[in-house]
T-cell receptor, first 110, second 111 residues
Framework: EPEVTQTPSHQVTQMGQEVILRCVPI?????FYWYRQILGQKVEFLVS????????KSEIFDDQFSVERPDGSNFTLKIRSTKLEDSAMYFC????????FGPGTRLTVL | GQNIDQPTEMTATEGAIVQINCTYQ??????LFWYQQHAGEAPTFLSY????GLEEKGRFSSFLSRSKGYSYLLLKELQMKDSASYHC????????????FGKGTSLLVTP
């Protein structure tokens, strides 16, 4: 069964550093998403991507965040200058109708 | 703003039936989803309702009333492995179909 994959599973970084989280969506899906979940809190929408451009973004997705689809399979989330409060689980999802979530990347900012 | 409410915690006994309620007040509506999330894992899709009524899928059923802004997830013949968080999520009528999640209901199934 096709699935969304994400790398790395866990990323530890120093405050102020840049991180890139990677995702490979399900191949025939057209919509891609990034969500985050701070420990013990609800899942929060960050951004959706369709037809090679951002279709919607939340207030959380400020100028320090960017997304890219550098080739036909990968979908990346870049955080330019990480802050302590960026520590969270980051989920990538893709959809035709229902959204399928990847296993997540746990980002820890020290 | 968007408001999606569901109970924080519920406990039920193995073999029993449990109903998890969700109420929502959102600026648009393009469907309501239920996701299951085991600790430390990703949310997994359970059900989708866009029209009023009941959708049944094995041991899981989900109901929607758009006029009341209300949904529930019904789990029958509970098993220990059903202990997880259950998230109600609304897709809004914007482009992108972003999901707005509730805070999730932590369900504990006891022997």
């Amino acid at each position: 069964e096709p699935e969304v994959t994400q790398t790395p599973s866990h990323q530890v970084t120093q405050m102020g550093q840049e991180v890139i989280l990677r995702c490979v969506p399900i191949s025939n899906h057209l919509y891609f998403y990034w969500y985050r979940q701070i420990l013990g809190q609800k899942v929060e929408f960050l951004v959706s991507f369709y037809n090679n451009e951002i279709s919607e973004k939340s207030e959380i997705f400020d100028d320090q965040f960017s997304v890219e689809r550098p080739d036909g399979s990968n979908f990346t989330l870049k955080i330019r200058s990480t802050k302590l409060e960026d520590s969270a689980m980051y989920f990538c999802a893709s959809s035709q109708l229902e959204q399928f979530f990847g296993p997540g990347t746990r980002l820890t900012v020290l | 703003g968007q408001n999606i409410d569901q109970p924080t915690e519920m406990t039920a006994t193995e073999g029993a039936i449990v109903q998890i309620n969700c109420t929502y007040q959102t600026s648009g509506f393009n469907g309501l989803f239920w996701y299951q999330q085991h600790a430390g894992e990703a949310p997994t899709f359970l059900s989708y309702n866009v029209l009023d009524g009941l959708e049944e899928k094995g041991r899981f059923s989900s109901f929607l009333s758009r006029s009341k802004g209300y949904s529930y997830l019904l789990l029958k013949e509970l098993q220990m492995k059903d202990s997880a968080s259950y998230h109600c999520a609304v897709s809004l009528s914007n482009s992108g179909y972003a999901l707005n999640f509730g805070k999730g209901t932590s369900l504990l199934v006891t022997p």
